[in-house]
């Protein structure tokens, strides 16, 4: 199968459905003709073997995760995922049926949360690299951002935290639709409880007191605040509004330097996942 | 520098400039506002070191390039850049002072091109791994797209062919704007003139008849043909639509199977750089 005929077999499987997608695989650019009224969130997120997954799993799996974890921030933001782009780099002794399993698992996510498959990039390379780009849509100025937490709002989180970092992730669509026009501020936590409420905090220019931390069976305290691949969504609620269900309170947004985060009487330290820390 | 100063970094280099781009680096979703009327065009593009590029190559260029091959494929569709999201993976052992400077290189033809970074993913990894997502814009219904070329339309190509590889590319925005409306198929020369053809006349379901190839000083024809890396744009033109300056009649649009490229009395095969070639 050479490339040509590799796009076809995707286009066929990337079905009909349109989502405003006018013009996918198979051009020099996808056309997406957006909605009156909306603004689109835009989100780019990497997936790399032996960085992020180990060598052994899935292509389907692979595929699915690639695009949940780009959609656990459209969800972050409160919006409605349209449409998604793959770049992938795959070995080259890689067989195209891995590629189309890997497309698979990736498509049966997409078709159950209304994202086409608009267009992407092949290339070969040492091991399995990917890049998915979503576009979203959410009502003109309504997206949620970490920038709106004020002091005296409530902090909520989605779930239970610490999870094993190989959990299927079920991005909080529903949850951040639900969130929109309500919410203050909301991120989702990918890098770690610790340093997501830090960043939330920083970009509101507010500080945070920790309370309570509802931890998944069998994981730690230590787990649960800094390690990571959650896909939950950490979000703040003005006092008046009530708690939405399957949500845990865990604290408050007070008045502070920007980005502190109180915990049992002490600074925590923002130590979740940090690609770049020195 | 940690991920966050990098971040806030990049935020200062990325400057004011909006472009429809309501919140850009540093929340979980860029926020773009389309304008009433307009299709957005969507493109990524991926650009790995020892497959694209050799080690050498200096990170300025690199960022130039990355984004300059994805804007080749805006000015494809006649569009209007609008901002840009970059996911980008380093050695460790790259300084941080690398990965500001292959931003300099891209935000320098992003600003050129009216192109705002509106954000993206860093990770580490054994090599340097760049994709870049780029929205476009076009009239609503005015995309240029590879499917409209009809027999009796004449063929044309910006510029000459078979360039250095590593030639800096220069996207033909300007040409693809006066193209809009005017042209009935359009695509860029990414994997070589015999591959790209083939692409569009299969998408068009129509033959084309080559009659000459205008070639750079020094290349040979085999290269001009198949050797990619051009990144002109081919088009076609109905025969009443006078031609453009800068641009050269390379052929004609004819009845046959969709595809099919005749060239000196053969069909040229489609032999230009395709990634997934068995």
Redo the contacts between chains.
Sequence with gaps: ????E?VDQLRKMSGRSRRGV??GI?????????K?G?????????L?EA??FPKSMPPETIGERALARALS??A??G?DPR?C???L?VPRKKS?QWILAFFRGLLGLAGRTGTVL??????????V?C?V?V??A?K?GK?L???GARPGDRLYVSGKLGKPWDQKIEPRLALGRRLSGKATA???LSDGLSLDLH?LC??SRVAAQLEYVPIVRGASLERALHGGEDYELLFTLPPHVKPLAGTTRIGAIVRGNAGTVWFEGEKLPPRGY?????
Tied chains: 1, 2.
């Design positions: 199968m050479n490339e040509l590799l006018i013009r198979g051009d020099d650019c996808a056309v997406f003709r957006p009156t909306e603004d689109l969130l835009l989100k780019t997120d990497q790399i960085v992020h921030d459209i972050a933001a919006g449409c782009l793959v770049a780099a195209e608009a267009g992407g990039d092949l290339a070969h390379d040492d091991k690299h890049s780009m576009v979203g959410s003109r997206a951002t970490r920038a909301c991120i989702d960043r920083k970009e940090d690609h770049f820390a020195g």
